[in-house]
């Protein structure tokens, strides 16, 4: 049995379950607590230059943070700290 479909496209979907280019750092954030304060970090570090994606764990207390290159920990920390929150350090 073939991968390829009738119409000559492969449908392993390979192509989809690429990981996205990047390095994602995991940071420790304290003081997050609703959806008001996830929604604030993801807009503020996301208009971060080199910034692809962010995604805030409320439950856990971290933000994961998904760039082009070697992350600012210092400018992500100060970005948070303006936001009302903490960046206590990365996570282990």
């Known amino acids: 049995m073939s991968c ?3 119409d000559g496209s492969c449908s392993t979907g390979a ?4 990981p996205a280019e990047g390095r994602s750092t995991i940071y420790n ?3 997050m607590t609703c959806g008001h304060c996830k929604a604030t970090l993801t807009k503020e570090i996301g ?9 805030v764990d409320l439950g856990a207390g971290q933000v994961t943070v998904t760039t082009s290159a070697e992350p600012d920990d210092a400018l ?3 970005v948070v700290d303006d936001a009302g929150y903490e960046l206590t350090g990365r996570a282990a």
């Not at 192509?15 to 690429?18: D, L, N, P, R």
């Not at 208009?47 to 995604?55: D, N, Q, R, T």
């Open 4 to 6: 390829c479909s009738t």
């Open 15 to 18: 192509a989809a379950s690429a």
């Open 29 to 31: 954030v304290s003081g």
């Open 47 to 55: 208009a971060l230059g080199g910034v692809l994606s962010v995604e």
């Open 76 to 78: 992500l920390a100060k």
